[in-house]
């Protein structure tokens, strides 16, 4: 049962992600070294997170190779955060596809008006060149590290997830 307090602190975390949207991406690649980048991200209310990588990159083989992953929010000129750790899967819908690459589009390019793409250009080799991956976060912590009075470190962490042991990434 979801209670208001969490529905409260979802909705915090979405729109906090949403004012935020470029991410630190970290994963590990196939030989066993930490690797991270800065991603796009679109968030549901859910706060299953979404985002695109090429297919011929590190971060796609590193994905492949073991789908835990851990995204870094961090708040444009503030000291906040959001971390959470979560399983990458691979989006493979079309039509998911088409609707996520727009939105993750707009975002990349800050154009609110610009055109869906359409089925030729996944046919046209954007589908085998970019994959979109879904992350459903399985740990989710916030943290402000402004303090109220200068020269006070009194951080405030607030759990929006946690379920341990982490959900099986092949089940």
């Known amino acids: 049962m979801v209670t208001t307090k969490q529905t409260h602190v979802q909705a915090m975390a979405t729109e906090f992600i949403c004012r935020n949207r470029a991410a630190t991406l970290s994963t590990v690649t196939p030989e066993g070294k930490p690797h991270s980048s800065v991603v796009y991200c679109v968030v549901h209310s ?3 997170i979404y985002f695109t990588t090429r297919a011929e990159g590190r971060k796609f083989a590193a994905l492949r190779q073991n789908p835990e ?10 000291l906040q955060q959001l971390q959470l750790s979560g399983i990458a899967s691979r989006v493979a819908g079309r039509e998911q596809q088409l609707d996520l690459l727009h939105e993750l589009m707009k975002l990349r390019y800050e154009e609110e008006n610009l055109p869906r793409p ?12 970019y994959a979109i991956f879904k992350v459903v976060p399985y740990e989710m912590t916030y943290a402000n590290f402004a303090t109220a009075k200068q020269g006070m470190y009194k951080p405030e962490f607030v759990k929006i997830i946690s379920y341990h042991p982490p959900p099986d990434p092949h089940g």
């Open 46 to 48: 859910d706060l299953t």
């Open 118 to 129: 359409t089925v030729n250009l996944l046919e046209a080799g954007i589908r085998k060149e």
């Open 69 to 78: 992953v851990c995204l870094l929010f961090t708040g444009f000129g503030t």
